[in-house]
């Protein structure tokens, strides 16, 4: 709401119970107030701020509200032209309502640069920003508009990186899988990032790594494994009945390649893991083959990735189908987690966990906002404010803006 006439909180205030309104009467400001229908209200302009953690993305509404939504983080030069150029033409002038149709429009106007990757990155920022817009307008939580709630608190693991031995060793990993059991966290998950470049590596820092984080977090505590794409099958089947047997884990991610979804249904069928991938899925026809080619057990979508709040519905209502949780992938609190978790709150087979990084290592975007959610006996409660449920300072997100 970088040029608007009242803040968010002031609008949310003059609109409470703005559903059974026929109009919207912003707070006084700089320009007249705006009075017109609710469901007239269209989008004027679509803003990307390129952070240095973070892509976000603001929809401008001509009721002076604005809604905030996150792109994946990978590449944001590429998925911020991508929106700008892309997308956009698509979005500004449409009522906010028609958050479905834009997403259809933004897909098909691009589909031929593949369904995947940048497209769906860049869909799922305006997509996310369109939610929280029309919970807002609506002076009700996104989750109400999405169907309402199952839940009140959705339990996290911590969620750590050691790239594969290199970004931190063993000793590092147990103390950093020990700070988040002190903080009070239930569960955590030792991401290996061996990748595919690395595949079987030899020796395995599998083996030293999960052993240093089972000893430090004791015998209680879940500890999830991602291997990230480095093992072949026959390796993975092998490592995943050590990770079981002699570890406790019961959660095994992505143990094969992400392009080999064969070698993954070895892996499903040979273990009792459960075997859990879709990160790098972003697609509801990606999601389905991980249903039908790889047999995952759950699927792993994230909301700034798989083309937003939109499609992971879509991916939930698959998962429902066929009997599979969803344990949304999530790297970044703010935006991001307060959009997963109004996915969470409105899907009846939404897993036990959802994936939460450190707050602590995300400063950047967590200073941005006027607080960030506790986690309180390994749990996040779901927000009940407006839209998503986040308080960011406009302002600060402008000046955090880098090259
Ligand atoms: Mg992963």
């Known amino acids: 709401m970088s040029d608007s006439t009242c803040s968010r909180r002031d609008f949310v205030a003059t609109t409470a119970g703005a559903l059974a309104a026929t109009t919207l009467v912003p707070s006084l400001g700089a320009q007249p107030p705006v009075t017109r229908p609710m469901g007239a209200v269209k989008v004027t302009a679509v803003k990307t701020y390129k952070l240095r953690q973070a892509l976000y993305v603001e929809v401008q509404s001509d009721a002076g509200v604005s809604g905030w939504g996150e792109c994946a983080p990978n590449n944001k030069d590429v998925v911020q032209v991508f929106v700008q150029t892309g997308l956009v033409q698509h979005v500004v002038g449409r009522s906010v309502w028609d958050s479905e149709p834009i997403w259809h429009d933004c897909f098909y106007a691009n ?110 505590v879940e500890l999830l494994v991602d291997i990230n794409n480095g093992y072949t099958a026959a390796r993975a089947i092998e490592r995943g009945r050590w990770l079981q047997d002699e570890m406790g884990v ?17 892996v499903s069928e040979a273990l009792d893991l459960f075997i859990v991938a879709g990160e790098n899925e972003h697609s509801r026809w990606q999601h389905r083959d991980l249903i039908d080619i790889a047999k995952v057990d759950v699927l792993n979508p994230d909301v700034s990735k798989a083309g937003g709040i939109t499609e992971v519905k879509r991916i939930a209502a698959l998962g429902q189908a066929t009997s599979k949780r969803i344990m949304l992938h999530n790297t970044r609190p703010g935006i991001l987690t307060h959009a997963s978790l109004a996915v969470i709150a409105s899907i009846s087979n939404a897993a036990e966990y959802l994936e939460y990084s450190d707050p602590d290592d995300y400063q950047s975007l967590t200073a941005l906002s006027a607080e960030t959610l506790p986690v309180v006996n390994g749990e996040l409660v779901i927000p009940s404010r407006p839209g998503l449920g986040i308080e960011l300072d406009p302002a600060a997100v402008a000046r955090a803006v880098v090259a």
């Open 250 to 266: 019961r959660y095994y991610e992505e143990p094969t390649s992400m392009q080999q979804l064969h070698e993954l249904a070895q």
């Open 111 to 220: 589909s031929d640069l593949g369904p995947s990757g940048p497209l769906l990155n860049a869909i799922a920022g305006i997509d996310i920003a369109l939610w929280d817009l029309k919970g807002k307008l609506a002076g009700v939580p996104t989750w109400q508009l999405l169907g309402g709630r199952y839940r009140e608190r959705q339990r996290v693991y911590g969620s750590f990186a050691v790239d594969g031995g290199r970004r931190m060793t063993a000793d590092q990993a147990a103390r950093k899988a020990a700070s988040f059991v002190e903080r009070g966290y239930t569960a955590v998950k030792l991401r290996m990032q061996i990748r595919e470049r690395n595949l079987n590596p030899h020796p395995d820092p599998t083996i030293p790594y999960v052993k240093a984080v089972r000893a430090a977090i004791g015998p209680t």
